[in-house]
């Protein structure tokens, strides 16, 4: 049994648009001029209605040249002109309506374009790509033919003929495997990209966006970012971020931090951030506090997380690097000058307050 999506996954592609043509290419030198056109027509609707709107344009171009064609064909005197003119007819159609495409463009965009979803923007770009690259090679091809028309003063041998269509069926198989090649470049990346929430001050996720995209358009969107305060027998452990960050590279910062993807639970994720920095996922962990941070460059709402030691063996477990412990004394006289995270110089006010503040007291109760 046919299975329906894998249909629509496939004609989706915006350069099998092209395809109607192409059959039509080899067709019209071996039937007749109504089934040839039928064919093809019967091959554009089908892409017309099993894909979305972004992704059909050449489909469409296809259908209404086809359906043109057809009824052509039903005229006997259209229908006995020479396979060969008749093609060159149906090309030029096509080379008209890709014309009419392109000068429409901004048009077509505003129509068509009102989505959020970028995958389908992105096909509606590469719809318009594979435009102009099939009206160039038509356009080109037609000059050729052209041009051979008045060299020789007729386009009606067999030969001529063959040598008329392999010219237009090779730029067109070229177009579609580029077409393939690119997309199936680009579902690579889609699959190995990072999806972030959208999310609201109260956290109620809105929509998605890759990672790669967001970070152009620094603080447009708010994502959720998990951090996690590793605090042994009250001092803390800070490390250098890394020079990648977008926030802050090279400020002194928790060494745990993570992104929450798309569908993520926020447990799975405080896990994560941690076993990406060291080797032990069973630290002791308990939620602080949720805060909005924004800057010039991004916006996040912070899940701010505590992780509290005090055996020495659990925390040389670790095995973290490149980072050591700070008492809150040393902390205190280095704020302000551009050593820490701007979140850490935030969160450190309410560890202070909070967590730091009942280990001094149980530590002078001891001491009592």
């Known amino acids: 049994m046919v299975d329906f999506y894998s249909i629509r996954n496939i004609v989706r592609n ?8 192409f059959i039509y290419s080899i067709l019209v030198g071996f039937v007749g001029a109504w089934e040839s056109t039928g064919i093809a027509l019967f091959l554009s609707l089908l892409g017309y209605f099993l894909v979305r709107k972004q992704n059909r344009l050449i489909y469409v171009i296809s259908t209404l040249v086809f359906l043109m064609g057809f009824v052509g064909s039903l005229i006997p ?6 396979p060969i003119v008749r093609f060159l007819v149906i090309e030029i159609m096509f080379v008209l309506a890709l014309i009419t ?9 505003r129509k068509l374009g009102r989505t959020s979803n970028l995958i389908l923007k992105n096909y509606l770009q590469e719809s318009f790509r594979v435009t102009f690259q099939s009206q160039y090679a038509l356009s080109i091809h037609l000059f050729l033919v052209l041009l051979l028309f008045l060299f020789d003063g007729s386009i009606d041998t067999a030969e001529q003929g063959i040598y008329i269509l392999l010219s237009v069926q090779i730029p067109l198989l070229v177009i579609i495997m580029l077409e393939v090649i690119r997309l199936l470049i680009l579902r690579k990346k889609m699959v190995e990209e990072e999806w972030l929430p959208v999310v609201s001050e109260r956290g109620e996720v809105m929509g998605r966006v890759a990672k790669s995209i967001s970070k152009g358009l620094k603080n447009k969107f708010m994502h959720p970012v998990v951090r ?9 452990y800070l ?4 020079a990648d960050r977008l926030l802050n590279p090279g400020a002194l910062d928790h060494p745990f931090e993570k992104y929450m993807e798309f569908n993520e639970d926020i447990d799975n994720t405080v896990r994560q951030s941690i076993t990406n920095e060291c080797s032990s996922s069973e630290l002791p962990l308990r939620f602080l506090l949720k805060y909005t941070f924004e800057n010039d460059i991004t916006k996040r709402l912070i899940f701010l997380y505590v992780s509290q030691i005090e055996d020495e063996a659990l925390f040389n477990s670790l095995k973290l690097k490149a980072g050591k412990l700070w008492t809150e004394a040393q902390i205190t006289d280095n704020l302000n000058s551009n050593l820490f995270s701007e979140c850490f110089e935030l969160e450190f006010e309410y560890l202070k307050n909070t967590v730091l503040l009942v280990h001094r007291l149980k530590n002078k109760s001891r001491e009592e």
């Open 77 to 82: 005197s259209l229908a006995l002109l020479q």
């Open 228 to 236: 996690v305060a590793l605090i042994y027998q009250g001092s803390l």
């Open 101 to 109: 495409v392109r000068l429409s463009r901004r048009r077509i965009v």
């Open 14 to 21: 915006p350069a099998f648009g092209l395809l109607p043509f």
């Open 239 to 242: 490390q250098e971020r890394d």
